[in-house]
């Protein structure tokens, strides 16, 4: 991944990425997710249960895009699973930091610490970019 991308995927304000799964009946599944950079490593997290890590749980298979208008990066690959309860929280709660600045604390405490968590790491087998990326 280049300095570019990297730049792009982030920056702050965060953007948003939009996950695509597979289905169990092969039909697409999309969802906004929030995400973490880490070297080449794309983070992704969830509360159990939800659509999308259900439907990587069974096929590992994704596509994320991140756009910003007309710029943006879409990315294809496959996750492993990260099923460790205490790194889940602490994905989340980076996430939270990132995404929420202002009232990060508060909403860990009490709307993630409650849950189940699991994380994902996505490492892109193809990047696509379009636009500057500036």
């Not at 702050?12 to 950079?37: C, E, K, M």
Request: aromatic share 8%; hydrophobic share 40%; with cysteine.
């Amino acid at each position: 991944m280049d300095a570019k991308v990297k730049r792009f995927l982030d920056a702050s304000p965060p953007r948003f990425g939009v996950l695509g799964t597979i289905n169990a009946d092969g039909t697409p599944h999309q969802a906004v997710i929030w995400y973490t950079l880490r070297g080449d490593l794309i983070v992704l997290n969830s509360k159990e249960g939800r659509i999308w890590p259900t439907n990587l749980r069974r096929d590992e298979r994704c596509s994320l895009l991140v756009e910003d208008g007309w710029d943006y990066v879409a990315l294809r690959g496959s996750v492993e699973i990260i099923d460790d309860a205490a790194e889940g929280q602490a994905d989340i709660a980076e996430m939270a930091r990132r995404y929420w600045p202002d009232d990060a604390e508060m909403r860990i405490r009490d709307r993630f610490q409650p849950q189940r968590r699991v994380s994902f790491h996505l490492r892109p087998l193809s990047i696509a970019t379009h636009g500057d990326l500036d």
